[in-house]
């Protein structure tokens, strides 16, 4: 989703920033009799804020994509895209130490977010605490390494009508569709500590040259799913650790960022089950070219069966056009990109894919 640069605004003030995406990808599953998909999706983030007054902040983010998986095999094109909420809430405090009420994404993994191949962020995704509703609190401070902050989140997943969405139905969340953290009441707690030297934290990955993360998660169990039940399975809490870091030097005229991200949860997503998961993300960027390579292992640590093991490789190469003309804050890239994984059944899935982005951000009332 777009990011709201943190204007200096004389309240009242508002903004905005909207991000445009045009994909076409290529599926191939290999050793299957499948002939391949073709699949072509736009994708569109749209942030606002408005500021009443100082220390406050409202904020509101819709995404509009694809939000219903294709048949194996199935060409989707311009299909089953659908309008939803991500965010509403407001935010009471500063840029650096402030408080967020309402429904937002909780800050935990740090890949998914730095990150930015096609498919780079597939795996880390499975963590990702989005669509919370409940709050977070953060305390930015000066330290050894020079920026941080401590964000210590509170939440339940959301299950009001805000989990549906317009246009196609993606279906509301609710309490029988099980899970960690699905539950009533505030059912997980997330804390993170995270730094950055030469750069605000959430530029770190681009803009500075090193950067750490270390977190906490703890989400109650979500009741049985009738499959669960079927087997006899229950329904465990989830805990998870979580250590990141970042770092970037100079090599002539370009830049060469490197994260490593690594993460071990109990009853992942409260199943019998653990899991490891290991990331490693590079960037090379050279005037206006970027190569970005990834890759990702996750492994499930069974309870009386044999390890799972899934991989996943991207390596995507983006053209950035630069900032347009206009009064707006505006970007265009193109990107192309293959990615390559493997499940735990040892099937091999192959994506060819092409985005063209655009990127358009502003102000009123700003200083």
């Not at 499959?227 to 060469?256: K, S, W």
Request: hydrophobic share 40%; net charge negative; aromatic share 8%.
């Amino acid at each position: 989703m777009p990011v709201l640069a943190d204007e200096d605004c004389a309240a009242p003030c508002a903004g905005y920033a909207v991000s445009l995406e045009l994909a076409s990808e290529r599926t191939k599953l290999s050793g299957s009799g499948e002939g391949g998909s073709i699949n072509v999706f736009p994708t569109i983030d749209t942030a606002l804020f408005y500021q009443p007054a100082d220390h406050l902040r409202l904020n509101l983010s819709v995404a509009t994509e694809t939000v219903t998986d294709a048949e194996g095999g199935t060409n989707q094109i311009f299909a089953d895209v659908g309008s939803y909420v991500e965010n509403i809430s407001a935010r009471i405090g500063d840029d650096d130490t402030y408080l967020r009420l309402g429904k937002f994404e909780a800050s935990f993994g740090l890949a998914t977010v730095a990150l930015e191949g096609l498919h780079a962020t597939d795996l880390v995704g499975d963590y990702d605490l989005d669509e919370r509703l409940g709050a977070e609190a953060v305390i930015g401070f000066d330290g050894w390494l020079g920026s941080n902050r401590l964000v210590a989140s509170a939440f339940t997943i959301d299950r009001s009508v805000l989990s549906g969405s317009l246009f196609t139905s993606r279906g509301r969340t609710r309490l029988d569709d099980g899970g960690a953290g699905n539950r009533k009441g505030v059912a997980s707690l997330a804390i993170i500590l995270d730094g950055c030297r030469e750069a605000e934290i959430t530029d770190c990955y681009a803009e500075g040259d090193f950067g750490y993360r270390i977190g906490f998660l703890h989400q109650r169990s979500g009741q049985a799913t009738q499959e669960q039940a079927d087997e006899g399975i229950r329904p465990r809490n989830e805990t998870g650790v979580l250590a990141a870091a970042t770092m970037a030097t100079e090599i002539d005229d370009a830049t060469l960022r490197l994260l490593g991200e690594l993460t071990y949860f109990k009853h992942f997503d409260g199943e019998p089950d653990d899991a490891l998961m290991a990331t490693f993300g590079a960037e090379f960027e050279s005037g206006p070219f970027t190569l970005m390579a990834s890759y990702s292992l996750q492994k499930f640590l069974a309870h009386g069966a044999p390890d799972a093991t899934v991989h996943l490789a991207d390596i995507t190469l983006r053209y950035d056009f630069g900032e347009g003309e206009t009064g707006l804050t505006e970007s265009t890239a193109l990107s192309a990109g293959y990615s390559v994984s493997k499940d735990a059944e040892g099937e091999t899935r192959h994506i060819i894919g092409v985005t063209l982005s655009v990127e358009l951000e502003g102000a009123t009332g700003a200083q």
